[in-house]
Structures are given as C-alpha cells and as structure tokens.
C-alpha cells in the first residue's frame, strides 16, 4: 500500500516544521509572489508572448493560491502562538493567506466559504479536546489515529458537509470582504508587503521580533 509519510503527521509535527526563520521567509516571499504577479500581468500585458506567459501563470497562481493560502493563515497562527512578539510577521502571513483564499472563494456560491470555516475551526477544537486523550489507555489508538492528518482529513470533511448543509449566514458580508482581498490593487500591496517581510526575515529576524524558536 502506498504510504505518505506527511498524511501521518499530527498538527504539532506540522506546526513544529515551520518554526524555522528559513523556512517562514521563504514562505512570505513565495507566497507574496503569487500575490505580486498580478502586477507584473498588467506590465506585461501589451507586450504579446509575455503577456500571454503571465496571464497563463496568473490562471494557475490563483487556484494554487487557494491551497498556499490556507497554509500560510495556518503558518501564521503557528508564529501568533510560539512568537507573540512576531505580531507584524503573524499578521501579514495570516492577511496573505485570506487574500489568496478569497480570490477563489469569492467567484464561488458562500455557503462554500462559511463550511470552509466552520470546518477549519471545528477540526482545531476537537484536535485540542483529542490531544490529552491520545495518553489514555482504553481510547488510545482512536485518538492518535484521529490526530493524525488522516483522521483530521475525515473530520474536517464531515464538518464540511454539515455546515455546508445547514449553514449560510453572514454571507453577505464574508462577499464583501472577499471582493476587497480578491481586488488586483489589495493583492499586490499585500504581496509586496510580504516579499519584504520575507527579506527582511532573512537578514535580520530580530528587527521583526522573532528570537531563537523554542
């Protein structure tokens, strides 16, 4: 049977491999870049072959940026919680990441996007309820198995379906919120903003408050 070695991760051992200054810099600068190449779509737009090279990288950028963007809003929690200095770090990876979900989220009908959250949120406090449980004799299996990234797979599935079902409200305003984040001007400041928190992460970590990861 095929094994994926990162499916049997639990939230910590995924948390634990981006407290790394590397690691975050260069997931600021990556992911600020897909934010950023929107303008140099607009730049390159009358030139014909490079305009065409652009458009293309952009169409992908936007749905690979969906799934970057969850991670680095969940990069961001993870400096939020071990560096609470790092707030400008935490804050610009967590704004990135909605930018780029919302890109996606906001062409598609909203109940998507409240099912989305409520997964997201549900899934975080059961693993937090599972954890001290997975030293318990009688339940142990079940909840090592159910914190690992399978069984958070399965439960934030189920959570999904039924939100999405009987979920709905505050869509109008989770809309316009998407539509300001989704804007080319909003995305690109976001995006240059985080290249250079990246950069800066690189040469000089404690000028944004990070110090020695624990």
């Known amino acids: 049977m095929l094994q994926i070695p990162f499916l049997d991760w639990t939230l910590a051992d995924i948390m634990l ?5 590397w690691i975050l810099a260069w997931t600021l600068i990556l992911s600020g870049g897909l934010l950023a190449i929107w303008l140099l779509e ?5 030139i014909p072959l490079l305009g065409t090279i652009f458009d293309g990288l952009v169409a992908v950028g936007t749905y690979l940026g969906f799934f970057v963007g969850i991670l ?7 400096v939020w919680t071990v560096q609470p200095d790092a707030i400008i770090v935490a804050g610009v990876l967590i704004l990135m990441g909605f930018a780029l979900v919302m890109r996606i989220l906001s062409k598609f009908p909203l109940a998507l996007v409240f099912a989305l959250a409520v997964a997201v949120f549900g899934t975080a406090v059961i693993y937090g309820f599972l954890i001290p449980l997975t030293t318990v004799p009688v339940i142990q299996e079940a909840a090592l198995w159910l914190t690992s990234g399978k069984g958070l797979l399965v439960i934030g599935f189920i959570i999904f379906c039924v939100a999405y079902v009987v979920g709905g ?8 919120i998407g539509k300001i984040f989704a804007s080319v001007p909003v995305s690109v400041l976001v995006g240059l903003a985080a ?3 990246g950069v800066i992460i690189i040469f000089n970590p404690a000028l944004l408050g990070l110090v020695a990861w624990p």
């Open 72 to 78: 680095d809003i969940f990069v961001g929690y993870v």
């Open 17 to 21: 491999f981006f407290q790394d200054d």
């Open 42 to 46: 607009n730049i390159t737009d009358p």
């Open 169 to 176: 409200l505050i869509i109008k305003l989770i809309q316009l």
């Open 195 to 197: 290249i250079a928190v």
